[in-house]
């Protein structure tokens, strides 16, 4: 392709709210436009790696025997009334209506719409298991899009579907989708890990996610040094054992503390270390307010809570919930004399006593509150996150942290779907039975940013081989010469005939051009310039800078020998 007729629009200087290297890269070399916030274009050069990533994808799909389909964006309100899911969901799920009002969403996922597909077609477990997928257009409304292409409102996502007879069927496809990720993963050159994950409102307890490294990414990972334990920080037990530092029971003592509303600030006060405090949130489940109690050096994680009450339905109550409850603003709020609601608190609440609580009473704190003999707790659990060092369960090491983003995720739904869709086969009793599902997903367009996140250096990107835009970058670096034009139009007949060429024949700088070709970030280029009429030219890499002059009788086989050394 001549660069002359293409459009890659490059940037000398990216827009300031471009915080990501990749979203900062993607507009600068030319990828991308922005049309609204979170909403794109794709342009050429990022085009043709979409279309890589994809066909990798597709190509993965096949081995294990994935179907391609593809369903409609736009999805009617009744499916996802069926599936209890219209209401569950709030303003990430886009809505809209047709013009004859009737509901409908664009479709962020595809659960509803695979199942009623399914459930019409495949009525015999002979026809059973069948994976389907497609590569489409995803809408999520995100409350904050950001990071470019990492966290859009519209992306393009691979979504699979698997529907079983018995689970152990299920568990096959799983392993193999698990192994097909791992390939695609690896073939587009992410540095991943596939980690368990917590599998929220779907239910279940088998779901991975396959993160890529990087420290931009939303997700922190835990893993060990020793051992291949990795999970999500959502997920990540934390291990108890009792490590009672109890002194002996002292009389509860109310004191004034003006102003000291954190747990940082009553540690201060009582000059003791934070983790001698005990804070009190109140949240709440369903429609039910509980209090929950944590030491005041570790942070309540929200999706254990979730995973404890088994419902989506957790919110922190906000000041006047609190206020209606116990008379006292967030920062004074503690479990002395409260029996109005539940109180839980996580294991590690166990280890002290004569804990310093708020007293529900703005301004005032107790000292010395005592479980059992100032307050009951309804249970114990595991609702904190885990802290960097700790001992991960199972003497599997200790915990290390590694940011990641979320490329790919593979989920046993199970018959959540079919049940409540009634999906149902005929078994070989001929007895009528609920499908069993899993569901897969690949983020095509957030791989695309992953990869230049992990892929890039000062001047641009450094794009992996196997998703490269072009193969070759063909530069003539002054066409106002005779000698070099002409040079360069006969490699690039003789060129392109082997190679994805990319021939920048613009009438430019040499500094732009060099410039733009670090950008865009090919993985090889052949430059004409002053030695063209010896028929000399100028091989580079793009990963190491290493290039060679050679005359263009030894040019294939040098550019082959360069070529296939970048990975
Ligand atoms: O999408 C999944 C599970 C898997 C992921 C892989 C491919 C198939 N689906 C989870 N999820 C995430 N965000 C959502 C956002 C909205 Cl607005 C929604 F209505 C539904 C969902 C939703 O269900
Ligand atoms: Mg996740």
């Known amino acids: 392709m001549k660069?002359?007729?293409?459009?890659?629009?490059?940037?000398?200087?990216?827009?300031?709210?471009?915080?990501?290297?990749?979203?900062k890269l993607l507009l600068k070399s030319g990828m991308i436009k922005q049309n609204a916030r979170g909403i794109y274009s794709y342009l050429p050069t990022a085009k043709r790696?979409?279309?890589?990533?994809?066909?990798?994808?597709?190509?993965?799909?096949?081995?294990?025997?994935?179907?391609?389909?593809?369903?409609?964006?736009?999805?009617?309100a009744e499916l996802w009334k069926e599936s209890g899911r219209w209401d569950a969901y709030g303003p990430e799920l886009m809505r809209l209506q047709d013009r004859n009002k009737r509901d409908f969403s664009l479709g962020p996922t595809h659960e509803e719409v695979v199942t009623s597909l399914v459930r019409d077609e495949l009525k015999s477990y002979k026809r059973l298991p069948i994976t389907l997928f497609q590569i489409q257009t995803k809408f999520r409304d995100e409350q904050r899009p950001r990071f470019g292409l990492l966290r859009g409102r519209e992306?393009?996502?691979?979504?699979?579907?698997?529907?079983?007879?018995?689970?152990?069927?299920?568990?096959e496809t799983y392993h193999d989708m698990y192994n097909a990720y791992h390939k695609i993963f690896t073939r587009v050159g992410l540095n991943f890990r596939p980690v368990l994950a917590d599998s929220g409102a779907i239910g279940g307890d088998h779901t991975h996610e396959f993160m890529a490294l990087a420290e931009i990414g939303e997700d922190t990972i835990v893993y060990s040094e020793t051992s291949d334990f990795a999970a999500n920080i959502e997920k990540a037990e934390v291990a108890y054992t009792p490590n009672h530092e109890h002194t002996s029971l002292k009389d509860l003592e109310k004191i004034e503390t003006p102003n000291v509303t954190t747990a940082q600030a009553l540690a201060d006060f009582l000059n003791v270390t934070v983790d001698k405090i005990i804070k009190s949130m109140i949240i709440k489940v369903e429609d039910e307010y509980v209090m929950i109690l944590i030491r005041g050096h570790h942070e309540v994680n929200d999706v254990k809570l979730k995973s404890y009450f088994k419902t989506e339905n957790i919110e922190m109550a906000n000041d006047n919930e609190i206020e209606n409850i116990l008379n006292a603003k967030p920062g004074s709020l503690g479990p002395v004399n409260v029996d109005q609601i539940k109180i839980y608190a996580d294991n590690f609440v166990q280890d002290i006593n004569n804990l310093a609580v708020g007293a529900n009473d703005n301004g005032f704190h107790?000292?010395?509150?005592?479980?059992?003999?100032?307050?009951?707790?309804?249970?114990?659990?595991?609702?904190?996150?885990?802290?960097?060092?700790?001992?991960?369960?199972?003497n599997l090491g200790k915990a290390k942290f590694a940011e990641g983003i979320e490329v790919g995720q593979v989920f046993k739904l199970g018959t959540k779907y079919s049940e409540s869709m009634n999906a149902t086969f005929l078994d070989e009793q001929g007895k009528a039975k609920p499908l069993i599902m899993g569901c897969y997903g690949v983020g095509i367009s957030r791989t695309l940013a992953a990869v230049i996140e992990q892929h890039h250096d000062d001047k641009g990107i450094i794009w992996p081989k196997a998703?490269?835009?072009?193969?070759?970058?063909?530069?003539?670096?002054?066409?106002?010469?005779?000698d070099q034009k002409e040079l360069a139009e006969q490699l690039y007949s003789q060129l392109k005939n082997q190679y994805d060429v990319l021939y920048d024949d613009r009438k430019e700088s040499a500094g732009v051009k060099f410039n733009d070709a670090d950008l865009i970030g090919l993985p090889v280029r052949v430059m004409?310039?002053?030695?063209?009429?010896?028929?000399?030219?100028?091989?580079?890499?793009?990963?190491?800078?290493?290039?060679?002059?050679?005359?263009?009788?030894?040019?294939?086989?040098?550019?082959?020998?360069?070529?296939?050394?970048v990975k």
């Open 3 to 23: 660069q002359s007729k293409i459009f890659i629009p490059t940037l000398r200087e990216v827009p300031a709210e471009a915080e990501s290297i990749s979203h």
């Open 467 to 482: 998703i490269s835009p072009y193969e070759v970058h063909l530069i003539a670096i002054n066409p106002k010469k005779d």
């Open 155 to 171: 992306f393009i996502m691979k979504d699979a579907y698997s529907f079983h007879a018995d689970e152990s069927s299920l568990d």
């Open 528 to 565: 004409v310039g002053k030695k063209a009429a010896e028929g000399i030219v100028e091989v580079k890499r793009r990963d190491n800078s290493e290039s060679q002059e050679v005359h263009i009788d030894e040019l294939n086989d040098v550019l082959s020998s360069f070529y296939n050394a």
């Open 366 to 394: 107790y000292l010395n509150a005592n479980v059992d003999r100032d307050f009951k707790i309804e249970a114990y659990g595991d609702f904190r996150f885990i802290l960097e060092g700790e001992a991960l369960p199972d």
């Open 49 to 76: 790696v979409l279309n890589k990533i994809e066909q990798i994808v597709r190509e993965e799909m096949e081995v294990i025997d994935g179907v391609e389909v593809l369903m409609p964006v736009l999805q009617q």
